[in-house]
C-alpha cells in the first residue's frame, strides 16, 4: 500500500519539472488551508447555533407542535430515495453503519433527543427502503407505483398546517424530486415533437424549447408566480405549487435537448429494421430508440437533477423558505449575528455533501446501465 502510494505520487505529483514546481507551489498552501479550516472548525467555531436551529434549516417555519408531520414527510422521503438506490448498487452493512453516524453524532453534540430522534427515523427508512430493493426482486416493480403513493400521502400529511408553510431543506429535496419526475416525460415528448414529422407540432415544441433556454430560471418562476391567478384564479394554487410548475416547465426544455442528442445517438438501421419487422412508430420509439437513448444521456439527466438542486434557493423570489433561506432567516436575528461562518459553512458542506451523493449515484448508474448488473 505505502510503495503503491509512493510511486502514485512521484508519477502525478513530481514526474515531470513543472509537475515537481507546482506541486511545490501547491501543497504546502492546501496543507495550511486545511490547517487553518480545522483549526477553527474544532477550536474557535461556536456550532451549537447549528444544532439550536437545525428544525428551522431542515423544515422551515413549520409550526414546532406539527413538526412530526415534516419528519414523517422525510422519512417517506428517505424510503423512496433508498429504494432508488436499491435499484442501481446493492446496500451493504456499511452504508447502514455510515448513515447512522449522523444521529449518533447529533446525539453526541446536542445531549438529547430533539434532533437525535427524527434523524434516527429517517435515516431507518432510507436504511429499509435500499435494502428492500436490493434484496428483493420484486418489489422494484412496484416501486413506480409506491413512490406515487408516497408522494399523495406526503402532501396529505404536510398539507393540514399550510402548504405556505413549506420549507428548509425538505422543501428544497421536495422541489428537487418533483420537478425532476415531472419534466422527464414532458422533455421526452417535447423531444420526439421536436423531431416530428407534423410541421406546426414540430415547431410548437421548437419554439418552447428555445424560448425556455433563452430566459433565466428566476423570470420563469416569477411570471408563473404572477400569471396562474390571472389565467387560473378558481384553482387557488399556493406558491409552492407555483414554484415547482415554473421549475418543470423551464428544465423541461433542458431535459428535451438532452434526450434529442440522445435520440440521434441511435442508429438508423436499427428504427428501419424494426419498419420492415412491421412494427409501429409508437412501439419502435417506446421498445427500442427511448430505452438507448435515455442510457447515452444518464449523466446529463443527472446532472440537471443537479442543477435543480442548486437552483432551489431562488424560489426566494416567491417568498418559499428553502435551505437557503433558512440560514438567513437565523443570521437574520442579531443574537446570531457573528455566527455567519458556522452557519454558511454547515449550508455548504450540507450541499456539498448531497450533491457528492446525486453525483456518485450517477456514476454507479452509468456503471450498472453499462455492465446490467450492481
Not at 502525478?12 to 514546481?21: E, M
Not at 422533455?187 to 418552447?208: K, P
Not at 433556454?213 to 390571472?230: A, E, F, K
Amino acid at each position: 500500500m505505502i510503495a503503491t502510494s509512493i510511486k502514485w505520487t512521484r508519477h502525478n505529483l513530481f514526474g515531470k519539472p513543472l509537475d515537481v514546481v507546482l506541486s511545490l507551489l501547491v501543497i504546502p498552501g492546501v496543507l495550511w488551508l486545511a490547517y487553518t479550516i480545522t483549526d477553527w472548525a474544532f477550536a474557535s467555531a461556536k456550532w451549537d447555533i447549528v444544532v439550536q436551529s437545525l428544525r428551522v434549516l431542515m423544515i422551515g417555519v413549520f409550526p414546532a407542535d406539527q413538526a412530526w408531520r415534516a419528519w414523517t414527510a422525510s422519512a417517506i422521503i428517505g424510503a423512496i430515495l433508498g429504494a432508488g438506490l436499491g435499484c442501481v448498487f446493492c446496500f451493504k452493512p456499511h452504508h447502514g453503519l455510515v448513515l447512522l453516524l449522523v444521529p449518533v453524532l447529533l446525539l453526541i453534540v446536542d445531549g438529547g433527543l430533539s434532533n437525535a430522534l427524527p434523524a434516527t427515523g429517517i435515516i431507518a427508512s432510507t436504511i429499509l427502503g435500499w435494502a428492500l430493493t436490493s434484496y428483493v426482486p420484486l418489489s422494484r416493480k412496484v416501486l413506480p407505483a409506491a413512490a406515487f403513493t408516497g408522494f399523495i400521502v406526503i402532501v396529505a400529511v404536510m398539507a393540514p398546517p399550510g402548504v405556505g408553510l413549506w420549507g428548509g431543506l425538505l422543501l428544497s429535496v421536495l422541489l428537487t424530486l418533483v420537478t425532476s419526475v415531472l419534466s422527464l416525460p414532458i422533455g421526452i415528448l417535447l423531444a420526439f415533437g421536436r423531431q416530428s414529422r407534423l410541421s406546426s407540432l414540430r415547431i410548437i415544441c421548437t419554439w418552447y424549447i428555445e424560448v425556455m433556454r433563452s430566459v433565466p430560471l428566476i423570470l420563469v418562476v416569477y411570471w408563473i408566480w404572477i400569471l396562474m391567478p390571472v389565467l387560473a384564479p378558481q384553482w387557488g394554487l399556493a406558491d409552492v405549487a407555483r414554484g415547482m410548475i415554473g421549475f418543470t416547465i423551464f428544465y423541461s426544455a433542458y431535459v428535451a435537448e438532452y434526450v434529442r442528442s440522445g435520440l440521434q445517438a441511435v442508429p438508423r438501421a436499427q428504427t428501419e429494421a424494426a419498419r420492415s419487422l412491421g412494427m409501429s412508430e409508437f412501439d419502435i420509439n417506446r421498445s427500442i430508440v427511448l430505452p438507448q437513448a435515455l442510457r447515452v444521456v444518464v449523466a446529463p439527466l443527472v446532472g440537471n437533477v443537479l442543477d435543480i438542486f442548486n437552483s432551489a434557493p431562488l424560489v426566494f423570489i416567491i417568498g418559499l423558505t428553502d435551505f437557503l433561506r433558512a440560514g438567513q432567516m437565523i443570521l437574520a436575528n442579531p443574537q446570531y449575528g457573528d455566527r455567519t461562518f458556522e452557519v454558511l459553512s454547515f449550508l455548504l458542506v450540507t450541499y456539498f455533501v448531497i450533491g457528492s451523493m446525486i453525483t456518485y449515484a450517477a456514476r454507479k448508474l452509468e456503471d450498472h446501465m453499462a455492465t446490467g448488473t450492481r
